[in-house]
């Protein structure tokens, strides 16, 4: 090998609590778009944990049983911050 590259992951989550005010997830949303946009700044490529409960304290963008869509708005963020 002539030349090493260094490599960095960025795995990032947001949990869902369903007890908060509806405003946090906005705020789970921002902390999505802004990490991405982040990495992506410094080269790098985000990656999202999707743990599949989409319950209490679950982080998933997906129902892993329908594959339907469970927070299109997180997707959209991420979507945003890596455009």
Known sequence: MKKAIALISFV???IST?????????YRCYFYQYICKA????????CCWDNGWTGKY???????????????DLINAILAGVS
């Not at 679950?58 to 299109?72: E, K, S, Y």
Request: charged share 10%; proline share 6%.
């Open 12 to 14: 990032l989550l947001s």
């Open 18 to 26: 369903l007890t908060l005010p509806a405003s946090n997830e906005q």
């Open 39 to 46: 990495v992506k700044s410094i080269g790098g490529v985000p």
């Open 58 to 72: 679950g982080f998933a963008l997906f129902d892993r049983t329908t594959n339907q869509v469970t927070h299109q």
